[in-house]
């Protein structure tokens, strides 16, 4: 069979950004994961440190919380949110979130960094659908 026979049926917006959120969560989560692996970061989490980030206070935790928070939301909320709103908040929290990414380069190891870059890859790839979203044609 011929890749040509094949169906290819358009992905809504809604769903590709939904998808993108769902992918930077993968990311985030197995890149937190594999630091685990590094020498002395299991020593500091015992000892109360957050890494680059010092003490794990309240603060700190709350803050961590909710930067991790938004993006679980974004993959709910990018595919029921109506398309203005939906729209920008994606723009915006798109570039929050790439911003955010490129501070925790500095310093990372090697394998972060990889995937800090695919991260960053999926907030642009957010921002640039969002930005794209088809306009109504009225007949």
């Known amino acids: 069979m011929r890749w040509r026979e094949l ?10 950004l939904s998808l993108l959120w769902a992918a930077l969560m993968g990311l985030y989560i197995y890149n937190d994961y594999f630091v685990l692996y590094l020498p002395g970061t299991i020593d500091g989490m015992s000892a109360g440190q957050m890494g680059p980030m010092g003490p794990a206070t309240d603060l700190v935790l709350v803050g961590m919380s909710m ?22 908040l994606n723009v915006v929290l798109g570039a929050v979130y790439t911003v955010l990414q490129a501070l925790t380069m500095i310093g990372a190891a090697p394998f972060y960094q990889i995937v800090v ?21 009225h007949l």
């Not at 169906?7 to 590709?16: A, F």
């Not at 870059?117 to 044609?137: D, F, H, N």
């Open 7 to 16: 169906e290819d049926v358009q992905v809504p917006v809604k769903i590709k």
């Open 117 to 137: 870059v695919l991260e960053i890859m999926i907030t642009l790839s957010i921002i640039w659908i969002a930005l794209r979203w088809p306009r109504l044609t």
């Open 67 to 88: 930067m991790l928070a938004v993006p679980a939301l974004m993959i709910f909320l990018s595919a029921v949110l109506p398309p203005p709103v939906n729209r920008w």
